[in-house]
């Protein structure tokens, strides 16, 4: 196995923006199990000169009792100083709280050091904090700062792989200036072993230190054996063996709408409702929900009865389908491995790792369904006024006639098409290669 060395994560330059703003408020990281809250704010415990971290999975229950009500944070302070030896001064010491969700007396308690001790950087963080959040009526409105953590993107991979040369010219290329072709050709092999390799850091880190892909798949299999535990975390009114039944399902249905008579054969709709919702508020599922698109904002307009779902990471989304591996790594597109679903799985994921990490991020598709036939664009964005429609093709090439209905009926200025290609622009439309779709998240 890997050692752990810490891989630069974006939410490095927010957390160190954070740390010196002089008006910040107290931090919340949220994000799934497992996609490196920890790991970064022990990276920004560098920039101190005392860090206290505390983790309420295993912590002893009189650490616990100084978050009961009526214990103000200065005595929370002195008192978590003498039980540990680390000194809490105030522009000094980082302070991490780390699994809030398990005590919801401290998740409360937030507010109060922002009020009583604005000036202590206090970090707290935790994986299944929306279930938490709903039995705080009214939660530091106004004194907590949240920001959400996703698995690598591509980009930080690059990173991570000492390519952020690489990276960077990503970022400088456009449909009006591709990318050199040979580097192009580079970027489509390492593209590929993402997608089989997947965002998540212990697997990232594997793959940084041994390149081996098998090794890899060992860690996957771990980790999915690690997330179906929690799920009986989740909500007892709800059978954990239901929750990983429509876990499942995400990922067989990746392909088309998500139909909830098909994720668990014989149980209620409402029950499936309820696990899927369960499983987006963890973070471990992204809905796509259709929208008209008549105009913005995108959410004006949804029809909620129609939504494609997606796994939060290619690698465990493979791992569940059983892919070959083989197949992906030497074929020359996604279509004939699984319907060219692994290219929009991505194209999803890079959408939301891409867009502000301040707000949590909705995604829209478009369908229609007539005599004539279906027409479906796979994503949609709004930049400034404009709605830029999105169709994600597998490889090189293929028919757009959904995207350019769309573009006729919406009256588009242009269309965005994702592929294996090269950057390009003819005919209205901008070609924009997949490792490169998050540039217009970014740009």
């Known amino acids: 196995m890997a050692k752990e060395k810490y891989l630069f994560r974006n939410v490095d330059k927010e957390l160190l923006i954070w740390k010196d703003n002089p008006r910040r408020k107290v931090l919340l990281l949220r994000g799934a199990r497992q996609v490196g809250k920890s790991s970064a704010v022990r990276h920004l415990a560098k920039q101190f000169k005392y860090y206290l971290e505390i983790n309420f999975e295993d912590v002893e229950e009189k650490i616990i009792s100084l978050f009961e009500p009526g214990v103000s944070p200065q005595e929370i302070c002195k008192k978590l100083s003498v039980a540990t030896g680390v000194p809490i001064v105030v522009g000094e010491t980082l302070l991490f709280l780390d699994e809030i969700q398990r005590c919801l007396p401290a998740l409360s308690k937030l507010r109060f050091f922002y009020e009583k001790m604005p000036d202590l950087h206090l970090v707290a963080a935790g994986s299944l904090l929306e279930f938490a959040l709903e039995e705080i009526p009214s939660f530091a409105v106004g004194r907590v700062t949240s920001l959400f953590m996703y698995p690598f993107s591509f980009e930080e991979f690059l990173y991570a792989m000492g390519k952020g040369m690489w990276a960077e010219a990503i970022q400088e290329a456009s449909p009006g200036n591709p990318i050199f072709e040979s580097v192009h050709k580079e970027l489509l092999k390492l593209l590929k072993i993402f997608m089989l390799t997947g965002g998540m ?200 006639q959904s995207l350019h209905l769309f573009m006729k009926e919406k009256n588009s200025e242009y269309g965005i098409r994702t592929s294996l290609e090269n950057f390009a622009e003819y005919d209205k439309i901008k070609v924009y290669p997949l490792y490169a779709i998050g540039n217009l998240i970014r740009n």
């Open 201 to 400: 850091p212990e697997v990232v880190a594997e793959y940084v230190a041994t390149e081996n892909i098998l090794d890899c798949q060992m860690i996957i299999a771990s980790l999915l054996v690690s997330l179906r535990s929690d799920f009986a975390k989740y909500r007892k009114r709800i059978p954990a063996t239901r929750i990983n039944e429509v876990f499942d399902s995400v990922a067989h249905q990746a392909d088309g709408k998500f139909v909830y008579e098909h994720a668990a054969v014989g149980t209620g709709n409402k029950q499936v409702k309820q696990a899927l919702d369960l499983l987006i508020m963890a973070g471990l599922a992204y809905p796509v929900t259709h929208t008209s698109s008549n105009g913005i904002p995108l959410g004006a307009e949804v029809n909620t009865k129609f939504k494609r779902m997606f796994l939060f990471d290619t690698g465990l989304f493979q791992h569940i389908l059983g892919l070959n591996l083989t197949d992906i790594l030497f074929a020359e597109d996604f279509k004939s491995v699984n319907n060219g679903a692994l290219a929009e799985v991505f194209v999803a994921h890079e959408l939301v790792k891409n867009s502000s990490c301040y707000s949590p991020v909705s995604l829209y598709c478009w369908q229609r369904e007539n005599r004539n036939g279906n027409a479906q664009v796979d994503f949609l964005i709004q930049k400034s006024d404009k709605i830029l429609p999105i169709e994600v093709k597998a490889g090189n090439q293929g028919a757009m």
